[in-house]
């Protein structure tokens, strides 16, 4: 079955650039998505397609996929962004998560 | 405004049965696939069953096949989840989530606030 690789954590200071890395077989070649999800609540989806923002998710949450690796990047990080964060991808009409990221700003 | 609002989950015996209730507002429910997805707690996403939109189509996870059953009332704007043989590993909580296509893209969006089922004799 297709597996998706995330760093279990990754810490950051305020106001710098945080990426969040999801590795996969020829993930490239497939759509990511990513979301966050804060204590107690539901996940929230901040990226789709790769590289696009639904509606009201901040300009400085971005990604990219290449190769075999998609990133999340947040630039300018707050400390109201301290959330874990999945990965997602199908694959033969199944969906597949990533293990998740628990992002710490420090 | 897209709502999606879990019900039915509880405490359960191992080898027990539960079913889950998803009801839908805000979106034509009708037009959109659906999915389950379930979180144990303290760890990640596992995705577990999807429907399509008219409830003619499902899929499961390899580690609820046989046991657990997706499905629909387009009538009543409700997701099912049919759980039997309840195993202490399928405690989690449970959300159910709507699947966006556009041109052949599908990302899930929103998801429910979740219902915590818990198998523990």
């Known amino acids: 079955s297709y597996e998706l690789t995330q760093p279990p954590s990754v810490s950051v200071s305020p106001g710098q650039t945080a990426s969040i890395t999801c590795s996969g077989d020829?993930?490239?070649?497939?759509?990511t998505c990513w979301y966050q999800q804060k204590p107690g609540q539901s996940p929230v989806l901040v990226i789709y397609?790769?590289?696009k923002r639904p509606s009201g998710i901040p300009e400085r949450f971005s990604g990219s996929n290449s190769g075999n690796t998609a990133t999340l990047t947040i630039s300018a990080t707050q400390a109201t962004d301290e959330a874990d964060f999945y990965c997602q991808a199908w694959d033969s009409s199944t969906v597949v998560f990533g293990g998740g990221t628990k992002l710490t700003v420090l | 405004e897209v709502q999606l609002v879990e019900s039915g989950g509880g405490l359960v015996q191992p080898g027990g049965s539960l079913r889950l209730s998803c009801a839908a507002s805000?979106?034509?429910?009708?037009?959109?696939?659906m999915h389950w997805v379930r979180q144990a707690p303290g760890k990640g996403l596992v995705w577990v069953s999807r429907i399509n939109s008219d409830g003619s189509n499902t899929i499961y996870a390899d580690s609820v096949k046989g046991r657990f059953t997706i499905s629909r009332d387009n009538a009543k704007n409700t997701l099912y989840l049919q759980m039997n043989s309840l195993r202490a590993e399928d405690t989690a909580v449970y959300y159910c989530?709507?699947?966006?296509?556009?041109?052949?893209?599908?990302?899930?969006?929103?998801w429910g606030q979740g219902t915590l089922v818990t198998v523990s004799s």
């Open positions: 989530a709507r699947d966006i296509v556009v041109r052949g893209v599908r990302w899930i969006d929103p």
């Open positions: 020829k993930l490239g070649d497939k759509y």
């Open positions: 397609q790769d590289t």
């Open positions: 805000g979106f034509t429910f009708s037009s959109y696939w």
